[in-house]
């Protein structure tokens, strides 16, 4: 049997994870919520809501300069 990856399932993948670290990120769980960002972000490397998403916890955790690289990505999202 053999298992076919589509977009959407990748999509699915990287949206429950983005959820569950939506959670933590609310709790001020910042480390926790960049983990699952980070994964999301393996699913979907292109997605601009990840991006700013992980820029934003980063930039809570006082990582500045990689939570700019981020947030420029996302932003320059022509999507």
Do not use: C
Not at 22 to 28: A, F, K, Q, S, W
Not at 53 to 58: K, P, Y
Not at 60 to 77: F, P, T
Request: hydrophobic share 40%.
């Amino acid at each position: 049997m053999r298992v076919l990856i589509t977009p959407s399932l990748v999509y699915a993948a990287a949206a429950g994870e983005v959820n569950k670290a939506n959670d933590l990120y609310r709790l001020g769980k910042f480390d926790d919520s960049l983990k699952l960002y980070q994964k999301a972000l393996e699913h979907d490397e292109q997605s601009p809501v990840v991006k700013y998403d992980l820029g934003t916890a980063l930039y809570k955790k006082g990582d500045y300069a990689k939570a700019l690289g981020y947030l420029e990505e996302a932003a320059q999202d022509k999507n």
